[in-house]
């Protein structure tokens, strides 16, 4: 998995989440609500640009193509390690990033089986 270069962690901005916070990608459409926000603060990212939160100001940018696999609307992107959990509620063209790391789609829980 690609990871982000040290000029562009220096662009990202530390910040502390709270469930149920909106955030969206500053040079995509991708749009997310924190669904379990870890207890340290963490660089949230998209596309290789930080995310904007619902106060930001709008930016702009380009798109990292090394962080440009997308995002689906309604999967969970997680870091279980940080207990970090992400609901993408618009889908985009970059790729969400926590310090660093591109996120992975949750697993689904497997069904009970019947008998």
Known sequence: MPRLNQRARDKLAVMQLKAGTQYRSAVCDTQVVV???????VELGCGGAPMLGPDDDAASGALDPAFAEGSLIGKRYAE????LEL??????????TCNGVILGIKDAKPLPASD
């Open 35 to 41: 669904v379990r926000a870890p207890a340290d603060e």
């Open 80 to 83: 279980a390690d940080l207990g």
């Open 87 to 96: 609901l993408c509620t618009k889908a985009g063209a970059g790729s969400l």
